[in-house]
């Protein structure tokens, strides 16, 4: 049994599209409902910070997760985050984040993680935007 290449294609544009719509899910999250809940800013310091090493052909790629330490309401709090970021920051650099003052554990790392959260999104839609133009490219064919 023979499988047309335009099968293979549309298979994994498929797949590929229902990973961007659970990543854009993500985002969408950020953006609507954690965002808004954590507007409550908080000087901090960075007590750790974890690098995620990449290596591949093309070289060796870091990234970085960062502890913070900080006071709310008479009450310290350790945290730390969930998102690796490309730039590195040192142990004891300031740092400011927005909290949930009802939870102060649930933050966002201020105007920093929102910028990667932006160019995530633009990302993905300048990549969702080439597989739907292939598509139609490939459609176009058929017709």
């Known amino acids: 049994m023979k499988i047309e290449a335009s099968t ?3 298979a994994a544009a498929v797949i590929f599209g229902i990973s961007y719509l659970f990543k854009i899910s993500k985002i969408a ?9 954590c ?4 000087k901090a310091i ?3 910070k974890i690098t995620r090493t990449n290596a591949n052909e093309e ?6 997760a960062f502890c913070y330490h900080f006071e709310y309401e008479g009450q310290s709090y350790d ?5 690796y970021h490309s730039t590195s920051k040192n142990v004891g650099d300031p740092a400011t984040l927005n909290i949930n003052e009802n939870n102060p554990k649930e933050f966002t790392e201020g105007s920093f993680e929102t910028k990667q959260k932006i160019i995530e999104l633009v990302v993905m839609i300048a990549v969702l935007l080439l597989v739907v133009f292939v598509w139609f490219a490939e459609l176009r ?3």
Do not use: M
């Not at 945290?79 to 998102?83: A, D, F, G, L, Q």
């Open 29 to 37: 999250y950020y953006f609507l409902v954690k965002k808004p809940r």
């Open 79 to 83: 945290v730390k985050s969930k998102t």
């Open 39 to 42: 507007k409550t800013q908080v």
């Open 8 to 10: 293979v294609i549309y």
């Open 59 to 64: 070289g060796t790629t870091y990234s970085y």
């Open 46 to 48: 960075i007590t750790d």
């Open 141 to 143: 064919q058929f017709l």
